[in-house]
């Protein structure tokens, strides 16, 4: 069997095509992790790959990568897609995508793919990259190929024996360190707003609670007084201002593939430490 190296998250979308993959390829799934996952999850996110017939799984850290490569010159420049979105999730495929074609052609394999639908961006962004570091390597796209409703994946999983608890299957949620993004049939059209329980975090506390970010030469390098690094801030700034259940919105822009998009997405910290660095630069200037 040829061998394929498969982006997966652990989400429906890749599960449907780690599944259908395995049955005519030697599939070796991997993830990249940009921010947004617990050791635990990470754990379970493996453990579900072996159930969907891959041969091998590697979790790749690319945490600090993301921050020294993308998030930070996003806070240099406080940027605010729109005034509104912070580009969460869509700044970090970049280097999920190196991270992924790199890790391909270090094992030889002549197939690559990924779970995006024909809808968005990310298809353009994975493709874009794959081609251009390896366009030797072949790119395979279930999703998006086959035209897949997330009710179609889920009935194809079932009758392969995978019926497991999909949280949230209505709804695609892509985590990482500058924020999250969900998608589903609410972002799909114009009318509706996305309903509490489409984002991971929900509203723990109420109120108020004073937050102090430390920023030197531009980069956040310390939280109430603690020093750590950046990347590390921006994850325990996100645990504290998530709870109140804030940075929530929806963004509407055009897609490259020409089309109006709809992101939903939930960036606590990034939305606190955009704002607290622009204070800062009006402040000092």
Known sequence: MKKLVIAYSGGLDTSYCAVSLSKEYDVHAVSVNTGGFTNEEIKNIESNAYKMGVTTYKNIDAVATFYNKVVKYLIFGNVLKNSTYPLSVSAERIIQAIEIIEYAKSIDAEYIAHGSTGAGND???????????????????????????????????????????????????????????????????????????????????????????????????????????????????????????????????????????????????????????????????
């Open 123 to 285: 298809q353009v962004r994975f493709d874009m990259i794959f081609q251009t570091l390896a366009p030797n390597i072949k790119i395979i796209t279930p999703i998006r190929d086959e035209k897949l409703s997330r009710q179609e994946e889920i009935e194809y999983l079932k009758s392969e024996g995978i019926d497991m608890p999909w949280e949230k299957s209505k709804y695609s949620v892509n985590k990482g360190l500058w924020g999250t993004s969900v998608g589903g049939v609410e972002t799909l059209k114009s009318e509706k707003p996305l309903p509490s329980e489409a984002y991971p975090s929900q509203l723990e506390k109420e109120g108020e609670e004073k937050v102090t970010l430390t920023f030197k030469n531009g980069e956040f390098v310390a939280l109430n007084g603690k020093a750590n690094a950046p990347e590390v801030n921006i994850e325990n700034l996100n645990n504290i201002a998530s709870a109140y259940a804030i940075g929530r919105d929806i963004h509407v822009g055009d897609t490259i593939v020409g089309t109006k998009g709809r992101v939903g997405f939930e960036a606590a910290a990034a939305l606190i430490t955009v704002k607290a660095h622009l204070n800062k630069m009006a402040i000092t200037t």
